[in-house]
């Protein structure tokens, strides 16, 4: 059991003044100081840089306000943001530069503050589009008084901390993590009326129906009303309501849509006042997984209506009811888990939101963000073997159903808005090779291996500065070992030999989530950034192999890094050798040979050369120039 706490991030020093090129795109009522460009939105952005115009380095997009009812301002907001995301990661003019999201009140860093609903959720949108493709986007909540040279310094601080995802508060910089919780003694499940109904959303099937069985064997619940859209038709709904009829429980199965505020009224009007509402538990919901890319307005509003709709719904409908149990059903896809499911992320970072908007009003509310269940429901009845697989190897498997609905009844006792029931193995967790999210950077002591990226930190990995040195066929071995290796990885088979090199990744089963993972760690290995599209682009491992070697060998620019490393190998060489065996190793002949390949700079090399007089050069004159060469490279 786990809860979000908030703490200062290790400042990574003064930030340079004009170290990095800025611009915002539209205003969102956010300035951030003279002299940095303002554009409409990203298409002006392109405009201008068609026009030559620099590309910068980094660019601020912020939320802009919601107004209105709740509804339809997380649409307007959450729409608004996609489109910004969508057409910042579309252009690859872009793709060297980082889109700083920033937010005003999404999040709550302390128990006592009350969020922005509209803008909440877009904390789940983009760490979905985080999670595909590293190292491109920023998160940033600041509060309401923060503008100009100030809101342009905060930001500053928070792009040079290197964190995915922070909060400004009061001119400090805080970033959430995961800690472990415990129950108080003063804690614990709440004491509900016996004679109280208790409604359960998407009740009759999936994880519904098991919450409802929970309820009745566990916490002694005599009166159920359970809502789906089948309501009674749902598979196993008859069942179900049998088993708890038998178990003492009188039980209502309705047909309900309860993202319909209307039909949601009527159903709790109907609640016999003898057996008045005591309790919700809201687990409806439905997934629609694709890359954020592919996520439309028409599948954002799917997903948002049967959790976020009816959630509101059911806080408005029962403000005046007096209730025990108001439970949430979240999911951790929202916070750590939210590669593939934009839409699902936001959904459930508004409901954690949602949960803290109500406690600061004095009515209760927990939302548990579970991670996933080894159940055939929700989510989880979407997934295959080798996505939970591929789960466990994030250091995140699945709860089995004792762990969740026990974690169900721990975490309602939990005196906390938001509480996220989730399995980590820290072994696997320090183990992976891409992007750790920020809330799970305090779960692995060990220091998290991060996608390498050349632009950002001037280092290429081992296997590129190697590249250079290997005949091109021997290249091509190399890379597609590599490539066959984490195919094999990613969709959880024996070894690299089950990957046949050309037959294509979708017969194997590739589809665009393990795309991504297998893009984020190619990239990682080789430290090139990757299109989300490349395994599509290079269907098969041969074919990926051979444009990877194109990437790291044949570029100019990513074969410097290795021209230099071996130029420092070959002065380590030298350094070891006495001076008779510099005179008998020939190596004074071939660094003439060498330094008249230098195409332009051929009449100054060759001036060095005669004022050196290579034949007669000691030992310590010839590495003085090959110190000379390094600097000029």
Known sequence: MFGIEWEPVAEAGPVAAGGERWAVLGSGGLGVGAGVPVFADVASLVEAVNADAPVPDVAVAPCPPAGGEVGAGVRAVAGAVLGVVQAWLGDERLASSRLVVVTRGAVATSDGADVDLAQASVWG??????????????????????????????LARVVASGEPEAAVRDSQVVVPRLRRQERSASEGWPVLDPEGTVVVTGGPSGLGAL??????VEHGVRHLLLASRRGGEAPGAEDLRSELVELGARVSVQACDVADHDALAALLAGIPAEHPLTGVV???????????????????????????????SLHELTAQSDLGLFALVSSAGGLVLPAGQANYAAANVFLDALAQHRRIRGLPATSLAFGLWQADTGLSAQLSAADLERMRRQGLPALSVSEGLASFSAGVGVDKAVVVPLRVEAAALRARTDEVPALLRSLAPAPMRRAVEPSTTGQAPDLVRRMPGLPRREQQDVLLALVREHAATVLGHAGPNTIDPDRAFQEF??????????????????????????????????????YLQSEIVADGTASAVPLAAELERLE?????????????SGVVECLRALLRKCGEAQSTTEDAI????????????VLALIDDELGEK
Do not use: C, M
Not at 134 to 145: A, C, F, S, T, Y
Not at 610 to 621: F, G, I, N, V
């Open 125 to 154: 949108l983009v760490r979905a589009a985080q999670a595909e493709n590293p190292g491109r986007l920023v998160l940033v909540d600041i509060e309401e008084k923060a503008e100009g040279e100030e809101a342009a310094d905060l």
């Open 211 to 216: 919450l409802a069985r929970h309820l009745v």
């Open 610 to 621: 005669d004022d050196l007089e290579l034949e007669s050069a000691t030992r310590d004159e």
């Open 509 to 546: 089963g590739f589809d665009s989530l393990t795309a991504v993972e297998l893009r984020n760690r190619l990239g990682a290995a080789v430290g090139v950034r990757l299109s989300a599209t490349v395994v599509f682009d290079y269907p098969t491992a041969t074919a990926l192999a051979k």
């Open 282 to 312: 809201h687990a409806a919901g439905v997934a629609d997984n694709g890359l954020v890319e592919s996520v439309t307005p028409e599948s954002l509003d799917a997903v948002l209506r049967p959790k976020a709709d009816a959630a509101w």
């Open 572 to 584: 380590a060489a030298i350094s070891a050798l006495s001076q008779a065996e510099l005179e008998r």
